[in-house]
């Protein structure tokens, strides 16, 4: 019975060095893929030990705006042999697209095999020393002020009801918009971490109580990727 | 600066497999670790690369039951080099004890360094096929069987509120009593997948919704790890 094969990707550092023996050698035998960006994802297999053999491979695109219908047009590829999936960084149907195709497979009794990668959400969750036991992932805050600043309040409600760990993302241009808000509109008593450039060179991870975070006006986060966590008191 | 590499190790499987490149070189180099069990944690690092090596390292036990005096008293082993912190199976500090010790290093200024490794809750969360945009972890339900029925009606609630995928564990021994409240005490329209033994031979990942989990009454997980996920309707 051929598979489907979750394929995690680099988070922005050398594939090689971050994705381990076992899904370097599971990419090796697939030879169609299941991807969010051809392109990216040429790059990506070619730096994961594929250099040379991209050209004999078989790309299909799935985004966030792939239909219902075109999910289900895949299924006759798990005919040809294993597929692989693969999505723009990290762990796929995690924060990326991908989890309708997991779906079907499930739908349809085909085997679904999750292979080791970087999570920045796991990263980001073990380094920021805040409550591992019970967290969340919210996903993007909304981009309009208003709603954004009521999201901010609604989610440090539910970390203090719940004791969970708040987590959530940000396309890098709003970073540090997002961080003003969050350092103006949370308790000072709040632990807030930032998680930025995870696995590079220039790692970046800071968890201090929002009233510190207040004598660090000057601190910008830039237009790195980041992830974001609260802990309310 | 000296640094605390947080260290995933592995969830059953050969370390070298599904340990990265960039995780086993920061391994190399690093004398003082603390680390959940000392028997296991030589065992893994003897087997990520330490073997022969293992005499020369210095091993400080951190547990969920020590105290913040005992954490505390690790600072000093700072000033002697790089620390590593190893847990029992996967992530250091998710599901998993060693948050205490990354947030006194960030109170500190020590930089903390996670790498990458396995998770058996992202693994079971990419390959549920259930909604990877919006999740939470929920740790363990309750033992007692009135209590932990109320917490299954709560979490299916919360779930449905938010379309948040809800994740939780359970010791091995009781999986399948946990299974069998599930499976009565669920919607029949909710989703509810089981992901045992990710990353081994046996790995078994079953997603359905409740009314044909209700058609499978032979099926056991055993006691094997496993992670339960539910997405409501």
New interface residues.
Partial sequence: MNRLY?IPSDIG?DP???????TL?HIAHIGVFVVENVRSARRFLSAAGLKGHIDGLEFHELSEHTTAAAVEALLPLFGKGDVGLVTEAG??????P???L?????AHGI????L????S???????????????????YLPAKTAERRAAIKKIEKDSSARR?TQIFIETPYRNDALLEDLVGGLNPGTMLCIAAD??LES?T????PVSAWRRKAGFKIGKRPCVFLILAK
């Fill in positions: 979750l550092s090689m060095k971050v994705i381990p023996a076992a050698e762990l796929p149907a995690v924060a990326d991908g989890a309708p997991v779906a079907l497979c499930h085997p679904v095999v999750p080791t990668g970087p999570s959400l796991m990263l980001a969750l073990m380094a920021s020393g805040l409550n591992g036991q019970e967290f969340a992932f919210v996903g969970q995870l696995t790692e991870i800071i968890t201090l």
